[in-house]
């Protein structure tokens, strides 16, 4: 049986393995952290899936597999169906008594990146979570179509050079303002929407679990540093994922019900924004004459958002 | 558990309502499903079903056909029986998730109302659809009436779950023509469908919390290829004989035979129109009034389209001097599919016959009798001609001037 250590973050390291470290993603990829804390975070049997990215090509190419735990993919944007599915069938064989193994109650978790989340799988996860299916969406947020080499997304923030959004000579790369999927997914009604961050980890298994113990749909946001397109060293996942959540660019949060919004981590010691872009080489060109406005634009909006976030969390909505 | 439905022997049901009765008696573990005419009525009958306590599975409202086939497959992975409807542009929509399910194995059970593809936009009954589905590795079987799409869907599940087979398949009917046109259905009993269609037994299945399963791994072009060539020996060399095991057992359970080809008049006709859907029985009146005049015209219905059953085709053909391929689809850029596949079935068989292609009833235009009369008297000319005497392909049934190719 699984166990679900969570004491500290030695036994917690060494908690039995659903997701084998056997698997091709890059040295230093957040996603193999997040994953494992997810699977780990529950005794009971998992029922998994994966939309089409960098998590599924390198976890499942036939005739090998890192998952030890049921698992599907179907394509790029329907993971949360796949799951979705599997739940209706399980539900199903219960009521009939067919289940094979009828005092086990297994959990139903989607993986995908943000642009399976935020763009080309947004309307099949919109029709699970307005259908209340009981499942847990986990999108691994690396803000960039990374599998294919660093194309944009409606995750990937202003001012980041991506392949499809080039920091030129008269461009400083990507012009749009990061999507909000918390709110647009807490506006579904969702009973349990978070954002999540591996460097937070036991932030991280704290809202896990209470995905877990919540019945129906669960958002979990999660942020996942990418070495290979935010350019940074493998070795500094870490570091790059504590300086997100520490300059509140990544704030941790949960919306409970659609409404009642926690704020689980409040920095000692909140660091500028510019401390954050300028450790990444896809920022390298705002460090410049003509494009340093955007990082004081990126502090202001950030400051924004913490001041409204601490108004929603006030108001108790 | 579901209550029993008290069946007439005979009711009076157009095609969806046939169809939704034989998802009911399969006792279908999961639906997902998105309305789309005139495949609808089948989702809103079996939504009734369920609200009145009818069937007792799972029934998910999707939020579009990709999302419904997406369910039906993780439903399917996960273990137990999954049917679906859809037409047209959600086949269309839905179309990337076909080829999951059949390179996963997975037997689902689809019904496709036919109807045309837009633009420009239109709701009627046309082979557009179902010709779009021809290369997504599902088996096909083809329903000219509402008796056919009650049967059709029992031997669909039948086939399909089989553990020799393992794939999935579409049940098709005409758009309107079939779908809202209602006769006679001759019915079994709620417990008589079940048994022969079988308990469903799962195979991989997800749930099977012991024995953990990974479905829909990549390959590249290390294993690709042989992945797809199992897929594709398992339709060409299983599933005919297993439909023909079905259709065998439907006979002695009902009396009613169907074939995997089917033919009329054709014992020795000289001149043949091949056709599928609604227009085999309209053709099959049709030569009944050309032998009463001493002419040996015969028909030829496409019972099961995939796998194409090229051997059986030929045989039915072999005597004949003059063959119409009749396709209800825009061949865009071609020669019809159905015409296709007729020469790829006659070519090297040593046959003679002139075959011709003929572009009929897009959009749901009717196939008319004095059109067949015509293609009839076409092939008469060719047969006594020996050669085409007409160009390859013709439109029948178009308004402004005659338009033919090749």
Sequence with gaps: MFQAKTKNLKNFSTSAERFEGANLLCPGCAHSIIVREVLNATNDNLILAASTGCLEVCTAVYPHTSWDASWIHIGFENGSSAVAGAEAMYKALKNKGRLKQPDRTPKFVAFGGDGATYDIGFQWISGCFERGHDMMYVCLDNEVYANTGGQRSSSTPIGASATTTPAGRISYGEKQNKKDIMAIMAAHGAPYVAQVAPNKWKDMVAKI???????????????????????????????????ATDSLVFPLYEIIDGTKLNITYRPKNVIPVRDYLGAQGRFKHLFTKQNEYLIDEWQARVDAKWEQLQRREEACL | MAELFELHDIEVWDGNMAASHALRQAQVDVVAAYPITPSTPIVENYANFMANGYVDGEFVMAESEHGAMSCCIGASAAGGRVATATSSQGFALMLETLYSASGMRLPIVLNVVNRAIGAPLNVNGDHSDMYMGRDSGWIQIDCYNPQDAYDMNLVAF?????HDIRLPAMVHQDGFMTSHTAQRVKTLADDV?????????????????????????????????????????????????KIQEAFDALKALTGRQYNIVESYNMDDADIAIVCMGTSVETAEEVSNELRAQGIKAGVVGIRIFRPFPLEQIADVLKGCKAIAALDRSSPNGT???????????????????????YIY??????????????????????????????????????????????
């Excluded at chain 2, 590249?220 to 060409?236: G, I, P, V």
Aim: charged fraction near 20%; proline fraction near 4%.
């Design chain 1, 209 to 243: 679990q209470k995905g877990f113990a919540t019945e129906g749909p669960v958002f979990i946001n999660a942020m996942s540093a990418c070495t290979t397109e935010w350019k940074f060293a493998p070795e500094d996942t870490i570091a790059i994922s504590d300086l």
């Design chain 2, 158 to 162: 039948r086939v399909s779950e089989d």
């Design chain 2, 193 to 241: 469908a079940y048994k022969f269609i079988g308990e469903f037994k799962p195979m991989n299945d997800m749930l099977d919390l012991d024995h953990p399963v990974t479905h829909g791994a990549q390959t590249e072009e290390d294993w690709h290829f042989e992945h797809k060539a199992r897929q594709h020996h398992a339709l060409m060399s299983a599933v005919l004989p």
């Design chain 2, 335 to 357: 020669v019809g599919a159905l015409f296709n596949e007729l020469a790829g079935a006659l070519f090297n068989t040593g046959t003679h016959a002139v075959l011709t292609n």
């Design chain 2, 361 to 406: 009833g897009l959009g749901g235009r009717d196939l008319t009798k004095s059109s067949l009369h015509s293609i009839y008297r076409d092939l008469q000319a060719n047969a006594e001609a020996g050669c085409p005497t007409t160009s390859l392909q013709q439109f029948t049934g178009l308004r402004g001037p005659k338009l033919s190719f090749f």
